[in-house]
T-cell receptor, first 115, second 114 residues
Framework: DTGVSQDPRHKITKRGQNVTFRCDPISEHNRLYWYRQTLGQGPEFLTYFQNEAQLEKSRLLSDRFSAERPKGSFSTLEIQRTEQGDSAMYLC?????????????FGEGSRLTVL | GNSVTQMEGPVTLSEEAFLTINCTYTATGYPSLFWYVQYPGEGLQLLLKATKADDKGSNKGFEATYRKETTSFHLEKGSVQVSDSAVYFCAVKSSGGGADGLTFGKGTHLIIQP
C-alpha cells in the first residue's frame, strides 16, 4: 500500500456545478478524515468516519456538502451548487484508531477552483 | 474548542542556523501534540509528536517538548539545511467532546538559504 490517494488532484468548475472527490485510505485504517485548507491557513477539520459510520461533522460542513464511506473503505466528498468560497484544497487522512495519540496519514489533496 | 497559535512566517534563515518555531495551544482533556511538515508539492506528513506532559518528540534532528505549564510545543533544530525548507504546522488532538480530528495552526513557512 502506497498511502492515502485522492482523486482528482485538480478540479476546475463553474459556480453552481456539483463536484465529487474520492479518497482511498490506507487499507487497514478504520478512521477516515476530511479537511479543507485555504491559502495561508492550516487544514480545518470537516468530518470523519469510523468504518462506514460518520461520527462527527464540523460546522464548516454546510448542507451543500455530503460525505460517504459506504463500505468502510474509500470515501467520497460531494459539494453541490459550488460557490467561489468553496475554492480550496480538500485533504483526506486516515488512521488506525489509537486514542488521541494516533498519527493521521494525509493524501496529497484535491484542489478545487470554482470560477 | 481546541486552538493552536504558531509564529507567522515566512522565516528565513541561513544554512546551519539554529531554528525555533513557537507554538502554543488550548485544548480540553489530555491532548497530544504534533508537528506536521508539508514539503513543496507533497502532502502533510508527521514530523514528530508528544503524547503527555514533559515528553520530547524528535525526528530528523528536530525536537519539541510538551510543556503543560506554558501550554507550548516549540519546534527546534540545531542546524538547519536547505532541504528543511517547507511549511510546518503545529497541531493538537484531544479525546472527548468536540472534533476527533486534529486542530492545526496556520503554518509557518520556513526558507533556508545556502
Amino acid at each position: 500500500d502506497t498511502g492515502v490517494s485522492q482523486d482528482p488532484r485538480h478540479k476546475i468548475t463553474k459556480r453552481g456545478q456539483n463536484v465529487t472527490f474520492r479518497c482511498d485510505p490506507i487499507s487497514e485504517h478504520n478512521r477516515l478524515y476530511w479537511y479543507r485548507q485555504t491559502l495561508g491557513q492550516g487544514p480545518e477539520f470537516l468530518t470523519y468516519f469510523q468504518n462506514e459510520a460518520q461520527l462527527e461533522k464540523s460546522r464548516l460542513l454546510s448542507d451543500r456538502f455530503s460525505a460517504e464511506r459506504p463500505k468502510g473503505s474509500f470515501s467520497t466528498l460531494e459539494i453541490q451548487r459550488t460557490e467561489q468560497g468553496d475554492s480550496a484544497m480538500y485533504l483526506c487522512a486516515s488512521s488506525f484508531w489509537a486514542g488521541n495519540t494516533g498519527e493521521l496519514f494525509f493524501g496529497e489533496g484535491s484542489r478545487l477552483t470554482v470560477l | 474548542g481546541n486552538s493552536v497559535t504558531q509564529m507567522e512566517g515566512p522565516v528565513t534563515l541561513s544554512e546551519e542556523a539554529f531554528l525555533t518555531i513557537n507554538c502554543t495551544y488550548t485544548a480540553t482533556g489530555y491532548p497530544s501534540l504534533f508537528w506536521y511538515v508539508q514539503y513543496p508539492g507533497e502532502g502533510l506528513q508527521l514530523l514528530l509528536k508528544a503524547t503527555k506532559a514533559d515528553d520530547k518528540g524528535s525526528n530528523k534532528g528536530f525536537e519539541a517538548t510538551y510543556r503543560k505549564e506554558t501550554t507550548s510545543f516549540h519546534l527546534e533544530k540545531g542546524s538547519v539545511q536547505v532541504s528543511d525548507s517547507a511549511v510546518y504546522f503545529c497541531a493538537v488532538k484531544s479525546s472527548g467532546g468536540g472534533a476527533d480530528g486534529l486542530t492545526f495552526g496556520k503554518g509557518t513557512h520556513l526558507i533556508i538559504q545556502p
